[in-house]
């Protein structure tokens, strides 16, 4: 039903679009995998503007997917500290060992194959494949379902695995018969979306597809594509043991991997008050030693975090030899270490 002359004039009318209007000269455009990837994984999420201020300290750090994959997670989490996301940064270390070990250091080229590293789903792959090697294939994230949407008057439920699957036949229908054309064809998706087929206020005077564009020939353009339901925020409160030596260098243990903050530094982090004087306990501090500070609201996708820091007079540091999951670390040392945006924060201002 798609196969029509629209559906043929789409991949042409965007190439051209791109070549003249599209965005050039991002320090991600190349042919190299490595860096295609890295780039892939720091835009999911997050803005491209955000992103330029990351990717080359990132890539200054590591260069290649060698020198990543022989880095200690630490390091990786400390270059994406303040990006968010922070599995992201764990998968990127995961996927950069298993080119080594499972692709003798060389990135595979077919979609399939980049499916199978850690942290890379169907549309990151087939968008290393297309501006890499030229492959057929398609993506599908949030910008490009929104142009489907819109351009073919595709309507359906956000989420259903139907309707996904619909989309993705669609995106395919699509791919352009050159394979020369692909990185500015998939390029192009991305842009449309991002400059011109926005959620609101869409540019559609400025749109390569106006003519072409189903929804807005059924004045549908503020209907489609339908609305994600907003997701359940709840809260959840959380306190912080800050605890420092005589030297002012602040105790920090690594989380868990799963959880928030997964393979972050923290101070001590508690769900609970009790749970908080318990851990002080050990330190051999009393309620009258804590000070409790005002509290620090920050927004993850699904919480609200309501944070109760409580301060510690100087602790005695010998206590901490018996307390083999964390280190002391000093003011000027810690940007060596993944912290939380919000813990960096604090302690930047205290």
Not at 49 to 54: A, F, I, K, R
Request: aromatic share 10%; hydrophobic share 45%.
């Amino acid at each position: 039903m798609w196969h029509d002359n629209k559906a043929f004039m789409f991949a042409d009318k965007l190439i051209a679009w791109q070549r003249i209007y599209g965005r050039h000269g991002l320090p991600w455009q190349t042919r190299d995998p490595y860096r295609v990837w890295l780039s892939e994984i720091m835009l999911q999420q997050t803005q491209v503007s955000t992103v330029l201020d990351y990717y080359p300290r990132f890539i200054a750090v590591f260069p290649d997917v060698a020198s990543l994959a022989m880095a200690d997670e630490d390091q990786v989490l400390s270059l994406w500290q303040g990006l968010g996301y922070y599995s992201r940064a764990r998968n990127l270390h995961k996927a950069a060992r298993q080119v080594m070990t499972e692709f003798g250091g060389q990135f595979p080229q077919t979609r399939q194959q980049l499916q199978s590293l850690c942290g890379v789903g169907r549309s990151t792959a087939a968008a290393i494949a297309a501006f890499c090697f030229h492959a057929r294939e398609t993506i599908l994230d949030g910008n490009v379902k929104r142009v489907l949407c819109r351009v073919y008057a595709q309507d359906g439920e956000p989420g259903s695995a139907v309707f996904e699957a619909v989309l993705w036949q669609l995106a395919q229908s699509l791919v352009p018969e050159r394979s020369s054309d692909m990185p500015a064809y998939i390029q192009g998706l991305m842009d449309l979306g991002a400059m011109v087929c926005k959620r609101t206020k869409p540019l559609c005077d400025q749109c390569p597809m106006q003519s072409i564009c189903l929804a807005r020939q059924q004045q549908r353009i503020d209907v489609l594509p339908r609305k994600k339901k907003p997701p359940l925020v709840t809260v959840l409160p959380l306190f912080w043991l800050v605890l420092r030596n005589r030297q002012g260098a602040v105790w920090l243990q690594k989380r868990a991997a799963k959880g928030i903050w997964g393979g972050l530094w923290c101070v001590p982090c508690f769900e609970s008050m009790a749970e908080l004087q318990d851990e002080a306990t050990l330190w051999q501090l009393t309620e009258a030693d804590l000070k409790q500070m005002p509290k620090i609201s920050h927004r993850l996708t699904h919480r609200q975090l309501q944070i109760t820091p409580l301060v510690a007079l100087p602790v005695n540091e010998g206590i901490s030899a018996h307390r083999n999951n964390g280190q002391w670390v000093l003011a000027q040392d810690l940007a060596d270490y993944g912290l939380p945006k919000p813990l960096m924060r604090y302690l930047a201002a205290s």
